[in-house]
């Protein structure tokens, strides 16, 4: 098997594992399926990494990936293309300015694993502007009458669950070592059932689908608590009306764009090269 064919075979498991899992986990809402994403995300890139010489196989396998989750039957697109293909650039700088070693690929997941935080929080100042920074630290004010919370003990428990992300990061870097060289093809079966389950769900509406994704639990707490904010912050009606009305709006076109924007169509673009081969390599995998 030749480099461009065990590319497009990582290629293949981590588009199956997003559109599959990925796409399951994300139709239930369930809280945090995108750091668990990531971090089987960061086990597949160690493990390619170590497997393939070229350096920017990384990079490669998830902008692949990131161009294939435009197939997903169910959940958004665009922010988890956008999830997968900068988790794998900054896992490609990684091993590229540490090497790819048990250090470099530490630092690689460690870079990977802290996008999945940042993201999420630039969505939100997109979509809330900046009442999401007010309407936190009026909640910190408010909750350390009750409690003796501060600012400083709030950042800690958010360093604490940071911590804990990148220490499973480097787990599943020593997990990758350990089975460097071998099989996965129970692995690859195993999310292939999961792509099934995924499209039975998928029968909806881009419209209906964006509406939905404005019952995301995060979404609606933030909604919830910015209310709350201008309620007993003593603003004139007009100003709630409209701290509430806009990230409702904002909210459901960026989530209407993020289903319907024809992203697969770029394939079809491709000038022929490398990224096209791997492109094309990883198609034949995900139809066999």
């Given at each position: ?10 290629a293949a498991l981590l588009s ?88 470099g690929h530490s630092i690689a ?180």
């Open positions: 098997m030749n480099e461009k064919e065990k590319i497009g075979k990582y199956i594992i997003e559109i599959g899992l990925g796409s399951f986990l994300h139709s239930l809402k369930i809280p945090f399926s995108g750091h668990f994403l990531s971090l089987n995300q960061g086990f597949i890139l160690t493990k390619a990494s170590l497997e393939i010489e070229d350096k920017n196989t990384p990079a490669l396998i998830s902008t692949t990936s990131a161009l294939l989750k435009s197939l997903s039957p169910a959940g958004k697109k665009l922010t988890p293309m956008l999830a997968i293909s900068m988790q794998g650039q900054l896992f490609n700088i990684g091993t590229r300015l540490f090497g790819r070693n048990i250090f997941i460690v870079l990977l694993a802290l996008w999945s935080f940042v993201q999420p929080i630039c969505i939100y100042f997109i979509l809330f502007g900046k009442d999401f920074l007010y309407m936190i630290q009026y909640f910190i004010r408010k909750l350390n009458r009750v409690f003796p919370v501060t600012e400083e003990n709030l950042l800690v428990i958010l360093l604490c669950i940071i911590a804990l992300k990148l220490t499973l990061g480097v787990f599943v870097v020593l997990l990758a070592y350990k089975y460097k060289g071998q099989d996965i093809e129970t692995y690859k079966n195993w999310a292939k059932k999961q792509k099934r389950k995924s499209k039975a769900k998928s029968e909806r509406s881009p419209l209906m689908a964006a509406f939905s994704d404005l019952l995301n639990p995060m979404f609606i707490i933030s909604l919830i608590l910015t209310g709350i904010f201008y309620f007993y912050s003593k603003s004139d009606k007009s100003i709630v009306i409209w701290g509430l009305m806009r990230p409702l709006a904002l909210g459901y076109i960026i989530f209407l764009v993020i289903r319907i924007f024809p992203i697969e169509k770029f394939a079809t673009k491709l000038k022929q090269g490398k990224y096209k081969e791997v492109l094309e390599e990883t198609l034949k995998n995900l139809k066999e």
